[in-house]
C-alpha cells in the first residue's frame, strides 16, 4: 500500500516558472521517474529569484535540491552559481543536465479561442524578452520583424507572463535597441520571446517556432544538494572542484594543472574566480572527467590538497551526456593498485 | 582657437543609465580628461541594451568605444561579454577601469523637498532591484528591514527609475524572497537598491549608504574599441586573448599554458567557453600580464600560434590598477635580445 | 662470548689493490666499524677486474657485497655501473661513499732504505699511470717534469705494482703523450702517478704529494648487495632508480620527471643509456633524494610504474654527505597522510 | 693537375692503433672519400693516449679534427669526453659516426705461415684484454675456453700489440677472474681479444670471429674540430649543448626540458655531470634532434641561453643514421614564421 499521506519532495530552481532552468529540472526529474515510476508526481518545484537564495534553501532543508545553471545560461546566474557554491556551508552537486535553447515568438491569444487570427506577425511593433535571449535571436527579428522594438525583460518567463497579463499601460514607451534607453518595468509589447514552456504555461499563442539564429545551443545545470551519500560512479562521471593557490606565481596553476595530467585526467571546464579576499586574489573552479571513488581522481585530489591553500570538493556525478571517461594507459584503478602492491614489495610490507 | 563645431564623441556602455558600467566609463573619460583638459565635456554617453549589441555599435563605428563588464559584474554580461568579443568583426580592448561596488537604499522624494522627512525606513514594504544586487545586500536588508519583499528588476538602475515614476499600481503584488513567484514587470516598491549614481540621476532619495555585505567589492570593466593602434606599453599591462586548442585531451591545457611558463608570464584570469560548435568544443579566455611589445609575451603569443588552432588576440592595455608586470630573471627584453645576439653567433650569422 | 670462530665477511671492490675503489670500501667499514666495534677486522676484501665480475659474485653470493664507482670515477667504470646494475638478477644499493682524489708521485725505494736520497725528481723520465690519471695531473707535471713521458697502465694500482717490481726491460719503449703510440704492456718508468694507499701498500717511495691539478676532486662509489632488507631511512637518504620508457617522443623524459616534481623531489644524477635493445632504445638512470619508505617517494615511484614500460628500483640509502633531504611545503609525510584522511571523509570511507 | 706537394691532414683518436675509435675514424674519412675521390689517402691518423690529449691537440691545431667515443664505448672515455669538452677552449663536434662491436680471439702465427695449425684454442690458458672487452665475450669464453684466465690490458689493442710481441715472461701469473688479483703489466698470454681490426694491423691470426655475447651492439663517436663554419642542416641533424642550471631545485632540470619541449624537439641523451665547483654542483651534457639553424631549436637555445647560468654549444651535425628528425605539428619552419608574421601584423609593425 502506497503511503499517500507522504508530503512531496520539493525542488528548487531559478525562476521564475517557464526558465530554461526550470525545463532542465523538469527533464531531470522525468529521468529519475523513468527509473523509478513510483516517484512520479511526488514532487514539488519551487521557483527562486537568485541562485544564492535557491542555495541557501537547500542548505536550510527547504528543499531537497535545487536546479541551477552552471554554464553559458541565457538568464545569467553562472558566475553567482559558482561564487554561492564556494562560499557558506559545502552543498554538492549530484547531477548534471543538458536543455537544448530553443526560443519561440508568443502572443496572447486575441479572444480566448487561441487561433491567433486576429494579429498577423507584421503588425507587432515591439517585443519583450530578456537582453541575452533578445541577442540570439537577433538574425531572425532583422528579417522578418524589421521595425520592432526590443523592451527589455528581467528573464523570458517574465516577458511571458506579462504578455499573458496583458497589460500594455497606454503611452508606455518601448526601450529601443537603438537607443538602449530604459524603460522602467512598464511592458508596453504584444510579443514575447520565451523558451516553448513558458508559452505553453501562460496560454500564449506561439507565432513561430526554433527563432534562435543558432541552432543546437544547449546549455548546461545542475543539481545542487546538501552533503551526504555520493552519486554511485558510473564509468562516465565528472567531479567539481575549487582550488585556492597557495601564492600567486607564473606557472602556479600550472602546478596545479599537473596534478590532473599526471594522472591522465582530462579538464571540461576551468574559470578564474575572484577570491574577494583582496583583488589579486584568485581561485579556480574546474570540472574534470571522472569520479572521487576513481583512483586516479583521488591520488589526483590527495595532491591538490597537499600544494592547494584550500580545496573545495563540489562533488562527483554522472555526465549528462554518459560519454564514458577514457582511460590512458597507465591510470586505471588496476594499474593504481597494481603500482601499490610493487611499492609495498618494495618496502618490504 | 578651439574646434566648437567638432561633434562629440560617442561612448557606448551596457546600459541602462546609472548602472556600475556607466560609473566605470565615467571615471575612466575623467582619468583621460586629467591628462587631456581639451577633451572635457565633448563626450557622448550611450547606453546599450546588451553587451554584443554595444560591441555591433562599436563594429559600425556608431561609437568610438564601449566599456562593459569582464568580471563578476552585479547585473551580469560577463559570459556574453566574452562571447561577444571572441565572433564577429575582432576589436580589442583598450583600456581596463575597476569600479567599486557599492549600494545605497534609495526612495522618491515625498513632496520634491528631498528631505525624505515623509517616511521612514521601517515603513518600507517592498525593495525594487536586481536579484544580484539583492543577493550583496540581504544581511543588511534582514537587520534593517527584515518584512521587506524583494521585488525583481531588470537592473537596479531600472529600479531606480521606476522608484522615480512612481509607478505604483494599487494591487501590484510584488515577488518575495519567500516564494519566488515573478509579478510581471509591474513596479511595487516604494524603495530600491540601487548605485549612488543612479538615485542621484534619478533625483531619488537616499535613504541608506554603503548597505553592501561585503565591503571592499570591486568590478573589472573594460573598454572595448575597433582594431587599430595599440595603446602604448607602460610597463603595468595586461594582455587577453582567446585560445582555440587543437584538440581535446589530458594536458593539452597544460601545453598552453606552459607556453606563458616558459617565458615566466603570469596569468592573471582564464576561463574555458564552450565554441559554439558542439558540447566538448572549448576555447580558452585569458588575460595575462604584459604587453604583446614585450619580448617575452610576443614569443609566448607565437609559440600559442603554433600550437592553437586558433588565437584570437583582444588587445594590450594599461592595468586599470597600474601594478607593475614583475620580470622574472631571464625574461627581460635584454634577456631575450642578448640571447638572440648569442644565437646569431652560434649561426655563424 | 664473541663467536671467535665465524668467518670473515667477504667484500668485494673493483681491482686491482690500491685503487681508489677500494679506498672508498675501506673508508666504508671504519665507518661502520666506528658504530659496532666487534666487527672491527672481520672482512676480507676480495678486487675484481671488473664492475660486472664483481657484481655477480654478489649475485652469486661469494660477497656480501661490492663497492663499485658510480660518478665520475679517475679509472671508469661508471657506466658499466650502471649497466651492470640494470641487468641480471636485481641488486641493491645499500651505501654510498665519497673519496677524495688525490694522487702522489712514487718510485721504488733506490736501495730498499726509503729514502729516496738515489734519485732526484729531475731525473725522471718516464711515469706510468692510467690516462686518466695522467689528464688529471698534467698541469704538475708541466711544471715539474717537462720532460717525462707518459706510459700507459691499465690502472694507477698497476702502474704502482709494476714500479714496485722494478720491472724494467731495457730497450722498452714508453708511449708519450706526443705521438700517442702504445708501448704494449712492458713497463719502462721510474715512477708512477697513483693514490696515497696504492704507493703505501707497495712500499714506494713518495716523492711528491697533491699533484691533482684540480684539488677537492671527490668521486663517488656505492656499495651493492643482494636484495633484502632496505637501510633504514634517516632523513638524509638516496633513491637510485631505472625508468624505461613506453615510447620515445618529445616531452617523454619531461613525463617522467614530473612524476617526481609534482612530487617535490630532486634529482641529484640523471643519464639516459642505451638498452642495448636496439639504437634509439633508451633507458634513464637517476639518483634522487628520499627513500622509498617516505610518502612523496612511494607515491612518485607508483607513478612511474604506471607510466614506465619498466621500473627498476636498485635501493634507498643514506647519503654519504648525510645533508638532510629538503622537504617542500605540502610534501611531508603527513601532509600526505592528512590528504588521505580528507580523501576518504570526501569518498564518505 | 693535382698539388702533390700538399701536406696531409691529420686527425687524431684515441688510442693506441687497433681500437674502435680508430675504426670509427677510418669509416668516417671513407664516408668523406665516397664523395670527395681527390681527398683518398691524403690523411694521416695519429692515436693519443687520452680524449682530452687528443682535444687538446685539436686545440693546439695539430690535428684537423679528433674522434672520440661518446657513448658506452668498449674501453672507456665517455664522461673523459664530456668533460674534456666542457672545459677550455670550447670545440665542435662536426659528425658522429656508429661503430658495431665486434670482437675476434686472436693469436700470434705459431711459425709465421699464419695457419695457425700449431695451436689449437682448448690450449689456451690465457687470454688478454680490456676488462669492459671480457665482459662482453665471457658467455662465448665459459662455453669455449671455460678453464682461461683472463688477463687484464689497458685496451683491446694493447693486448694485441702484447700478442704480436710475443712477450711471454715464463713464471708471470696472469691475473684471473676467480680471484680478481692483479698482476702488473706483464703480459702473460698466448692469445687476446680485441677488433678484428687490431688483429689484421698485427698480423695475428684469427682464431674466433665475432665472439661477442650480445650482437649487434653499436657505439657512438663524433669527431671534434675546432669552432668555425657548422655543418650545413641536413634534415637529419643533432645538436649537442651543456647547461648549467642558475639553482639547484625539484624541478629546475623540468624548466630546462620545457625549452626543448614546447618546440617539440627530442632529446636522444641526457647526462647529469658534476661541474667541479663543488659536490652537489651539476651541469647536463645532452644531445637533441635538431640543428641550430633549425628555427624551433634556435628558439629552444635562446630559451635556454635566458634561463641558464651558462650554456655550451658543442655543435650541429648529421646523425649517423640519418633518420630525418620529426617535425611535429606546428613546429616547423614555415610554422615559426607564419607566427612572427602574424605577432608583426598584431604590433603594427
Request: with cysteine; charged share 20%; aromatic share 4%.
Amino acid at each position: 500500500m502506497t503511503d499517500v499521506t507522504r508530503s512531496p519532495t520539493r525542488y528548487g530552481f531559478l525562476g521564475p516558472s517557464g526558465t530554461f532552468t526550470e525545463t532542465a529540472l523538469r527533464d531531470r526529474l522525468a529521468a529519475v521517474a523513468a527509473s523509478d515510476p513510483a516517484a512520479v508526481g511526488r514532487e514539488e518545484l519551487v521557483p527562486f529569484p537568485s541562485v544564492d537564495i535557491a542555495l541557501e534553501a537547500v542548505r536550510r532543508g527547504d528543499v531537497a535540491a535545487a536546479m541551477v545553471p552552471i554554464e553559458n545560461s541565457v538568464e545569467g546566474g553562472v558566475t553567482a552559481t559558482l561564487d554561492a557554491l564556494s562560499s557558506g556551508e559545502q552543498l554538492a552537486i549530484i547531477a548534471e543536465q543538458l536543455v537544448p535553447i530553443t526560443f519561440v515568438l508568443a502572443a496572447a491569444p486575441v479572444d480566448g479561442s487561441g487561433d491567433g487570427s486576429g494579429m498577423p506577425i507584421a503588425g507587432i511593433r515591439a517585443v519583450g524578452t530578456h537582453p541575452h535571449a533578445w541577442a540570439q535571436v537577433r538574425g531572425w527579428m532583422t528579417e522578418h520583424l524589421p521595425a520592432a522594438e526590443h523592451v527589455r525583460a528581467s528573464s523570458t518567463a517574465a516577458a511571458a507572463a506579462a504578455v499573458a497579463a496583458g497589460a500594455r499601460p497606454p503611452g508606455a514607451a518601448g526601450a529601443t535597441a537603438g537607443d538602449g534607453s530604459a524603460a522602467g518595468e512598464l511592458p508596453a509589447y504584444e510579443a514575447c520571446v520565451c523558451s516553448p514552456g513558458a508559452a505553453r504555461d501562460h496560454g500564449l499563442r506561439i507565432l513561430a517556432e526554433q527563432i534562435e539564429d543558432n541552432a543546437g545551443a544547449v546549455t548546461r545545470f545542475v543539481l545542487v544538494a546538501r552533503r551526504g551519500r555520493l552519486p554511485q560512479p558510473t564509468g562516465a562521471d565528472k567531479t567539481t572542484v575549487v582550488l585556492h593557490q597557495r601564492e600567486d606565481r607564473p606557472g602556479g596553476l600550472l602546478d596545479l594543472l599537473e596534478q590532473f595530467a599526471t594522472r591522465g585526467i582530462n579538464l571540461t571546464r576551468i574559470e578564474s574566480r575572484p577570491t574577494g579576499e583582496g583583488l589579486g586574489s584568485y581561485c579556480f573552479s574546474l570540472d574534470c572527467e571522472g569520479h572521487v571513488a576513481d583512483e586516479r581522481l583521488g591520488e589526483a585530489l590527495t595532491g591538490l590538497h597537499r600544494v592547494c591553500r584550500r580545496v573545495v570538493f563540489l562533488g562527483s556525478y554522472p555526465r549528462a551526456d554518459a560519454r564514458p571517461t577514457p582511460v590512458r594507459a597507465g591510470t586505471s584503478d588496476d594499474d593504481f593498485i597494481a603500482a601499490r602492491y610493487w611499492l609495498r614489495s618494495l618496502r618490504g610490507e
